[in-house]
């Protein structure tokens, strides 16, 4: 009873650092924000959710709000505009 207490509490943390992070202008802080929902997340074992797993960069944190994307050969590639690191992901059917 207590775990289920708590999932539901961390989900809610989670999905407002999330928010938090899209809505921040300061890089430095939105970046925070992403490491302590991270942070959460992995304390508690819980799988983010797949959209917000993919709207922000893996090496440097930043929320993807400028991007560059382009799809070729069936695979999609996310350049971040911050760090230059270039995410691939197979399109999906």
Do not use: H, Q, W
Request: charged residues 30%; positive net charge.
């Amino acid at each position: 009873m207590k775990d289920s207490i708590l999932i539901k509490i961390s989900n809610e943390r989670i999905n407002k650092l999330y928010n938090e992070a899209l809505k921040c202008s300061d890089m430095d802080l939105s970046r925070r924000y992403i490491t302590l929902m991270e942070s959460i997340a992995k304390r508690m074992d819980i799988t983010l959710e797949r959209r917000i797993k993919l709207s922000y960069c893996k090496k440097c944190k930043t929320p993807y709000n400028n991007f560059n994307m382009r799809i070729k050969n069936g695979v999609i590639n996310i350049k971040c505009n911050y760090c230059g690191n270039i995410r691939r992901l197979p399109v999906r059917d």
